[in-house]
């Protein structure tokens, strides 16, 4: 129970810091009209950004599970925050359908990448944190 609030808490921190950024990258690179209008759409917006933060977090508990494939748990573990990363970012409209079939592919790839790349980088830090804790072991 300990770790399953400890992965909502980190879900909700990093659906906020990845608005954040997104909000200044997006401000950056096509000016304050990126910015939203009205504030229930801002509210929308967060609310939907911490939900995918919990669908990123939350599935990550498949690692726990040994006598499961590696695959399979990164199947699951990005297969569900990114099935619910594509139901928010429709209904949010994060993805402009209006731009035609090659802008939504694009979009898409696009998540696609920075989910791995993100994934990697986490992949490389817990499994650094691993060597570091298992040659310690060795030492005593």
């Known amino acids: 129970m300990k ?3 400890k992965l909502f808490l980190m879900g909700i ?4 810091t990845m608005n954040v950024f997104i909000g200044m990258f997006g401000v ?3 000016g304050p009209e990126f ?3 009205n504030v229930s759409d801002y509210y929308a917006n967060i609310a939907a950004g911490i939900i995918i933060g919990l669908g990123f977090t939350l ?5 726990d599970k040994e006598e499961m494939a590696r695959g399979i748990q990164v199947l699951i573990h990005l297969g569900v925050g990114l099935t619910i990363y594509f139901i928010a970012a429709f209904w949010r409209g994060w993805i402009p359908l ?4 090659g802008t939504v592919i694009g979009m898409i790839a696009g998540i696609l990448a920075v989910t791995g790349v993100i994934w990697f980088c986490f992949y490389l830090y817990y499994r650094n944190e691993a060597m ?9």
């Open 35 to 37: 910015l939203i209008s």
């Open 28 to 30: 950056a690179a096509m």
């Open 132 to 140: 570091k804790i298992n040659k310690k072991l060795k030492e005593k």
């Open 59 to 63: 599935p990550s508990v498949v690692y």
């Open 98 to 101: 209006q731009y035609g079939a």
């Open 3 to 5: 770790k399953i609030i």
């Open 13 to 16: 921190a990093w659906g906020c």
